[in-house]
């Protein structure tokens, strides 16, 4: 008595979760990823600093006033993490190092030359991102 006290509550819960399980299959999932970027030699004057800038909305969708500042720490090499959200796992972002000043962001003194960089988001180990002036 006492088992099916317990496995008919259980039963009926079991069977009522069922139509739940089917409702999952087109789920698409996205993925919060980071990314790490450097950006070797870039030498700056008083009040211009190094930025990120790509083609994620992250890394400002290629608007200068958008870019992620990267820090000195390790002078001339700028490093800075980037958090994506809302993008799919392999996920590809073109990125390019820009010498910026720090209160104007449409005063852009330099551009990194070549072509675009690019990174693969990943979950590990994380993006690594490296680039030079």
Same mark, same amino acid.
């Given at each position: 008595?006492?088992?099916?006290?317990?496995?008919?509550?259980?039963?009926?819960?079991?069977?009522?979760?069922?139509?739940?399980?089917?409702?999952?299959?087109?789920?698409?999932?996205?993925?919060?990823?980071?990314?790490?970027?450097?950006?070797?030699?870039?030498?700056?004057?008083?009040?211009?600093?190094?930025?990120?800038?790509?083609?994620?909305?992250?890394?400002?969708?290629?608007? !200068?006033? =958008?870019? $992620?500042? %990267?820090?000195? /720490?390790?002078?001339?090499?700028? &490093?800075?993490?980037?958090?994506?959200?809302?993008?799919?796992?392999?996920?590809?972002?073109?990125?390019?190092?820009?010498?910026?000043?720090?209160?104007?962001?449409?005063?852009v003194q330099k551009?990194?030359?070549? !072509?675009? =960089?690019? $990174?693969? %988001?990943?979950? /590990?180990?994380?993006?690594?991102? &490296?680039?030079?002036?």
């Open positions: 008595m006492l088992r099916t006290y317990y496995l008919l509550p259980l039963g009926a819960f079991l069977l009522a979760l069922l139509p739940l399980a089917n409702a999952g299959q087109n789920v698409q999932m996205t993925y919060f990823l980071n990314a790490s970027f450097t950006c070797q030699n870039g030498v700056t004057t008083q009040g211009y600093s190094v930025y990120v800038v790509g083609s994620h909305p992250e890394v400002g969708k290629w608007d !200068p006033a =958008n870019a $992620v500042l %990267l820090s000195p /720490s390790n002078y001339p090499t700028w &490093t800075g993490q980037v958090r994506f959200s809302g993008v799919q796992l392999d996920e590809k972002v073109e990125w390019k190092c820009i010498i910026r000043n720090e209160k104007n962001p449409q005063d551009w990194q030359a070549g !072509p675009n =960089n690019e $990174v693969i %988001l990943t979950f /590990s180990p994380q993006a690594q991102a &490296t680039a030079t002036f």
